[in-house]
């Protein structure tokens, strides 16, 4: 990249932006929050129109994309207190700590995804100006009707000192010093237990590749699990990395199952006016490919129609049981139980995400022992369906996806106060002035062997694991082993003695 570019230059300018700490002020980013805001709504016709124009996409389905974009943009806004903040900024100069301070980022570079593609934008980019951050939006050249819309509409409202957006960023020396939001990236993310994490705290990684899993015991509600799940699966045009990608039935409720799924799913595409949807081409024509080669195996039978198709799956050892679908297709797999569910089929961990349909207990158990992103029990909210997979190596936050703690860093500042003084020091005038605070080895000792507070759990301190167990055997076999023993021995000892007499006679 040239270094006299216009995309450089303005970088140049986000850059120094940085330094001065422009972005930081409360005022500020409340301004550029209110500014953004004021300009989506106004532009509400022409947004919604590119939206309709690249997904095909329902009414309602571009309405809800919509007004979840300008919730989160809202729901940002709220999160700054000015009279808060100004408080928890000057409280060391009144003695208090300051322990929840964070600094922003610095710089935010926003790689979005194809899917939902206005929510994907706007919402990193309110979470990242809430969070006092300068931001790069990466848009491609005539990609979409709403890129085109966007790159018209954003630089106009918003400060060109801390904002620009550019085709691509070639320059790695930027993405080191960045936090890159990156909704595209295609390899796996690592979990927040994972030691990887060390290394990627400037990567927002979305988990695009991590599958969603459904599973419908026999104890659920199967027209409400039926329902749901064909309504997340054809939604947006399948698209969404929260569509389940498989769904796991028990072997009692399949046959019902499925005919509801068919129901919903034919009800769903007849009152909708156009039957052809555009999804990710790539994508849907993997699964496409894959489910077509798995019928000529006869691994799988399917039902449906040109929109939409629920795949039988008859042979567990096909890929379709491994893969991320893209598009209207709805691999449903049986299982015998709960135990099968989970431990039969080897899953990522975590799932991105994982929805249980089944009474209150099961349901617990399903979420208790499959390790997901996030569960969700008896429903599959619509904030899932809309926007980027999340970044499995933070906190889920499955409203807005991003938020402003994970565009930021904890700074805590101490206040100014007088520390206490374990065993004096500080010469002759800080043992003056902290003469209370002074502690002897004694009283240090006596901190330190204090005990812990009880659980609270029943005790016995007389017995311990297995004299209990023991004194529990021998009561068993003195009240219930004995007593029988005894009896049958006087039952025989008594039938000998008569016939032993029976005999003398």
Known sequence: MSSS???????????DAVTDGRAE?????????????????????????????????????????????????????????????????????????????RLGAGLVVVRPTSHTRFYSIVTPLAAAISAGNCVIVELQDALLQVDSVLRKLLPA?????????????ADSSILETALLVDQTSASSPPSPSSNANRSLTNQLLSATTTRTVAIVDRTADIQAAARAITSARFSFGGT?????????????????????????ATLAFARESSAAKKVSGNQSEATRKAVKDAEDRKQVSSFGSSD?????????????????ISGRYLPIATCSGLVDAIFTQQFEN??????????????????????????????????????????????????????KGITSSRCQKPSSRPLTYCWGGGGEEGSTKNKKNKMTPSAIRALAVKPLKPTGQPKNDQLGFFEAGFLTMASITLFGILPIVGYTTWITSRKALELALRWRH
């Open 5 to 15: 570019s216009p995309d450089t230059t303005a970088i140049e300018r986000l850059q």
């Open 25 to 101: 002020n409360i005022r500020y980013r409340q301004n550029q929050l209110q500014s953004l805001h004021a300009r989506l709504r106004d532009e509400a016709g022409s947004l919604c129109g590119a939206l309709a124009r690249d997904s095909q996409a329902s009414g309602a389905e571009v309405e809800t994309e919509y007004y979840l974009a300008m919730d989160a943009v809202r729901h940002f806004y709220d999160s700054l207190d000015f009279k808060a903040e100004h408080e928890r900024e000057y409280a060391v100069t009144h003695g208090r700590d300051n322990a929840t301070r």
């Open 157 to 169: 409202v918003l400060d060109v000192n801390t904002f620009c957006l550019t085709k691509t960023i």
């Open 240 to 264: 969404s990395p929260y569509a389940p990608d498989l769904v796991l039935v028990n072997e009692f409720v399949k046959q019902d199952f499925f005919e509801a799924c068919s129901k919903y």
């Open 308 to 324: 939409f198709k629920l795949i039988d799956i008859l042979d567990r050892t096909t890929p379709l049981m491994d893969m991320k």
């Open 350 to 403: 975590p799932l991105l995400a994982g929805y249980f349909f089944a009474d209150p207990g099961s349901a617990k158990y399903l979420a208790h022992h499959l390790p997901c992103h996030v569960s969700c029990l008896n429903q599959i909210p619509v904030q899932l369906l809309v926007g980027p997979a999340a970044p499995i190596a933070h906190d889920a936050d499955y409203l807005y996806r991003y938020n």
